[in-house]
Nanobody, 126 residues
Framework: QVQLVESGGGLVQGGGSLRLSCAASGRTSRTYVMGWFRQAPGKEREFVAAINWTGGSKYADSVKGRFTISRDNAKNTVYLQMNSLKAEDTAVYYC????????????????????WGQGTQVTVSS
């Protein structure tokens, strides 16, 4: 079992920044792909970003150039730095672990991820 706990969400004005953190515990492994997803009110949960243990990353087009995913394997923590925030970034953000990805693949489907955090709310005021 892997436990994931997100933090860092909050209310921010448009154009501002936030950094989300996801602390992993339990049967952690640096080889797991870690991802961030988000779900806005009335919408499906969507992929935001993912990172493998070598630092390779992938982003949704909607956040490319504004968000940066990173990880500190020694601390079992994944981060999502969010800059130039927009009202449409308002959502609950979830951290997730993909424990079975092969060859460092960065998968974007939520069904590929085995473990999920409880989510943290990000609200961007316009």
């Amino acid at each position: 079992q892997v436990q994931l706990v997100e933090s860092g969400g909050g209310l921010v004005q448009g154009g501002g920044s936030l950094r989300l953190s996801c602390a992993a515990s339990g049967r952690t492994s640096r080889t797991y792909v870690m991802g961030w997803f988000r779900q806005a009110p009335g919408k499906e949960r969507e992929f935001v970003a993912a990172i493998n243990w070598t630092g390779g990353s992938k982003y949704a087009d909607s956040v490319k150039g504004r968000f940066t995913i990173s990880r500190d394997n020694a601390k079992n923590t994944v981060y999502l730095q969010m800059n130039s925030l927009k009202a449409e970034d308002t959502a609950v953000y979830y951290c997730a672990a993909d424990t079975s990805s092969l060859f460092l693949n960065l998968r974007i489907g939520e069904t590929e991820y085995d473990y999920w955090g409880q989510g943290t709310q990000v609200t961007v005021s316009s």
